[in-house]
């Protein structure tokens, strides 16, 4: 593990800018909005340089510096990160784009890009003293909790909704995790683990509800920098439920830039959802600066299922800030997509894979990305676990 230290400095609230201790065994800030975490950055470029990130470990601790684990012996790791990035075969070129990557998230341990930051949430809750650690979850975010409290030696109690694939289910159990099944939505889940954690005295590692989870995600920021050899690509095409990954890569972005590492324009984020959970497509589409609860959420893409998100106005901020969009695709395009990735790429996505496809395939068609640029899709998660909701 690590032997590098970090820089972190303290928290922050994304809304007020309200500060808080690192120690301090904190949720949200007092105004209700999600807390992050900042760095000494003059400290950080002086200790970690770029051109030596290659003698590095071969995970997402590699960025230790920019990282808010104080003690290596803290760092509960299953091997996360460093996931490969793919150019594209056969879709690039059948679609006239000469540059287009596959960020291929499926190589993490339990299958899904969840895994870093459960990881660094895992991590962070040891540090702190804490024992027993709740998540409301549609599927991958539970099998990264379970397995990581595992390695951690801490319980873990997971709430999914009834209808979530049985291998997720599987995989929580085979891991020792305490599970919980609700009728309804992930929204639903997360009402029942905020009961729990009134009355039994869990700690909630919900997305963004706690400050950690995003500072894992953010790694992949890094990498893609690196993989690009610090010349970020055009266009991130990611697929949005709570928003964790893509608010964390653009926070990743703002902090290579802050230390030199980045200059010049940064990625067009954009934000793909389930025409049948659209939450932050309608609201980027009329303006808000935050987005409505979305009504009756369906879509096979568990993933994208949420039909409230706590960080809506990061996201909304991190699209329209990076001269990005948010687009919605149909069921039938995003599991066609899916298959495609398998028959052309090699790769057994996710549906919220597909989805990426989907997005890209509508906004080449509409111009809003044009044939000469790069672009990069996020593969989130194994598509394994999608057993059942596959024909």
């Avoid at 893609?224 to 964390?248: M, Q, R």
């Avoid at 899916?338 to 028959?343: F, M, N, P």
Wanted: charged share 30%.
């Amino acid at each position: 593990m690590s032997s590098y230290q970090t820089t972190v400095k303290d928290l922050y609230c994304s809304k007020c800018d309200r500060r808080y201790e690192l120690d301090k065994i904190i949720t949200l800030c007092e105004c209700g909005a999600p807390l992050l975490v900042d760095y000494d950055y003059e400290k950080a470029a002086s200790e970690l340089k770029k051109e030596n990130l290659k003698d590095r470990a071969h995970s997402m601790w590699r960025y230790a510096e920019l990282l808010p684990v104080k003690d290596a012996e803290n760092m509960i790791s299953l091997g996360e990160g460093c996931t490969p990035l793919l150019k594209s075969t056969s879709i690039g070129g059948s679609l006239g784009l000469r540059d287009l990557y596959l960020k291929d998230e499926t190589n993490n341990p339990t299958g899904s890009f969840k895994a870093r930051g459960l990881a660094m949430a895992v991590s962070r809750a040891k540090e702190l003293g804490l024992k027993k650690l709740i998540i409301p979850t549609a599927g991958n975010a539970g099998s990264a909790l379970a397995a990581y409290a595992a390695r951690a030696g801490m319980r873990a109690y997971i709430i999914m909704p009834e209808d979530t694939p049985e291998p997720f289910k599987l995989d929580c159990s085979i891991y020792g995790a305490e599970l919980e099944f609700v009728k309804g939505s992930i929204k639903d889940c997360g009402k029942r683990a905020a009961e729990k954690v009134e009355e039994e005295g869990w700690f909630p590692v919900s997305t963004l509800k706690e400050p950690y989870r995003i500072e894992g995600k953010k790694t992949m920021g890094y990498e893609l920098a690196e993989h690009f050899d610090f010349s970020l690509p055009d266009v991130i095409i990611y697929p949005t439920g709570g928003g964790t990954g893509l608010i964390g890569m653009w926070k990743a972005f703002d902090e290579m830039e802050r230390m030199g590492w980045i200059e010049g324009k940064k990625p067009r984020m954009i934000s793909v959802q389930s025409e049948g959970c659209a939450p932050m497509v309608r609201a980027f589409e009329e303006g808000e600066p935050a987005a409505e609860e979305w009504k009756d959420p369906e879509t096979k893409a568990m993933g994208l299922r949420v039909p409230s998100a706590i960080g809506d106005f990061l996201i909304l901020n991190a699209v329209r800030e990076s001269g990005g969009t948010a687009v919605a695709v149909s069921e039938e395009d995003l599991m066609k997509c899916t298959y495609d990735l398998g028959e052309y790429e090699g790769i057994f996505s996710s549906p919220e894979g597909g989805a990426t496809l989907a997005a890209l395939k509508k906004l080449l068609k509409s111009g809003h990305i044009s044939a000469d640029e790069s672009v990069v899709l996020f593969i989130t998660g194994n598509g394994m676990k999608y057993a059942d909701v596959f024909e």
